[in-house]
């Protein structure tokens, strides 16, 4: 069985700064990427940005340059630090994962429960 559960949400003014993290746990082989994804009220689920486990990085466009994205691989947790938040940023932030369980070599995706970021003053 494998987890994702997250943590680091919060109320926050606009400008302010958060950082949220998510936790992989179970019986995990291998994991290739970690992400983040957000959804509004009303509005469909989008990425954030993602990281493998090379480092590689993928962000929205409307994060660029606020969001960053880091991994510790060693103990399977990502972090999402956001600086000049907005109000559009609101929303609940989900935890992804692409990874293989132990004894599958089908890696499949994984999502934590969500936590709410609210920016407003």
């Known amino acids: 069985q494998v987890q994702l559960v997250e943590s680091g949400g919060g109320l926050v003014q606009p400008g302010g700064s958060l950082r949220l993290s998510c936790a992989a746990s179970?019986?995990?082989?291998?994991?290739?990427?970690m992400g983040w994804y957000r959804q509004a009220p009303g509005k469909q689920r989008e990425l954030v940005a993602t990281?493998?486990?090379?480092?590689?990085?993928n962000f929205a466009g409307s994060v660029k340059g606020r969001f960053t994205i880091s991994r510790d691989n060693a103990k399977n947790t990502v972090y999402l630090q956001m600086n000049s938040l907005k109000p559009e940023d609101t929303a609940v932030y989900y935890c992804?994962?692409?990874?293989?369980?132990?004894?599958?070599?089908?890696?499949?995706?994984?999502w934590g429960q969500g936590t709410q970021v609210t920016v407003s003053s």
């Open positions: 179970g019986s995990i082989f291998s994991i290739y990427a």
């Open positions: 992804n994962a692409y990874l293989s369980p132990t004894g599958s070599s089908r890696p499949s995706y994984y």
């Open positions: 990281i493998t486990s090379g480092g590689i990085t």
